[in-house]
Every structure is written in C-alpha cells, then in structure tokens.
C-alpha cells in the first residue's frame, strides 16, 4: 500500500500532467494492489468454500443419521467430531495456501 501512495502522489506531483493523465496515473499505480487483493481474496474464499462444504457434509450426514433412528446425543457427538475433523483438515491446508498466496503475489512484482 505504501508503494502505491508514494505512487499516486508522484502522479500528483506532475504539474505538466493533465487531470486525465494524472488520474491514468493514479489508476496504474493502484492496479498492482488490486491484483493482489484480488489474489489474497481469491484464494481465500476458495478455502472458505470448502470448509464449508466439509461442515455441510457432516450436516448432511447428522440429519441422516437422526433420521434412521440415531440418538441425539449420539449424532451430536458425531457431529461435532465431523465438524472438528473438517477443521483440522483445513488447517492442514493452510501452510500450502500461504506459500500460494506469496508465489502469486511475487510474480506480480516481477
């Protein structure tokens, strides 16, 4: 963010520029930000997709499981341990999803 400021205030800075140019400029130096928000935004709702998709799974399975005739406490306990592995599943996934991010976000400065 801080590259971008002292960017745009260069842009700023140019009193022979146009109004037109000087916002051209602006929007130059803000698109590498956005790339890599758009990057980390990404690939975090990836994630978020499918931890969700996991704990609707166990939802799924719950609901079945009271179906055929399971006790409540049963499959809430079965639940909770579907929910849980979900979660350590994911947080597994979180180092290669950083390492991702940061290969990514390198190629944009290149």
């Known amino acids: 963010?801080?590259?971008?400021?002292?960017?745009?205030?260069?842009?700023?800075?140019?009193?022979?520029?146009?109004?037109?140019?000087?916002?051209?400029?602006?929007?130059?130096?803000?698109?590498?930000?956005a790339q890599a928000q758009a990057i980390v935004t990404a690939e975090l709702e990836r994630f978020q997709d499918r931890l969700s998709r996991c704990t609707l799974h166990c939802n799924d399975k719950a609901k079945d499981a009271l179906e055929a005739g399971?006790?409540?406490a049963r499959v809430r306990a079965q639940l909770d341990a579907c929910v849980a592995a979900c979660g350590d599943d994911?947080?597994?996934?979180?180092?290669a999803m950083?390492?991702?991010m940061?290969?990514?976000l390198a190629a944009l400065q290149q």
Do not use: Y
């Open 1 to 33: 963010q801080g590259a971008m400021f002292r960017c745009s205030a260069r842009c700023c800075e140019n009193s022979t520029a146009s109004m037109q140019q000087v916002q051209q400029c602006i929007e130059r130096c803000h698109a590498p930000l």
């Open 70 to 72: 399971g006790g409540e």
């Open 90 to 95: 994911h947080l597994r996934l979180v180092p």
């Open 98 to 100: 950083a390492k991702k």
């Open 102 to 104: 940061k290969d990514s």
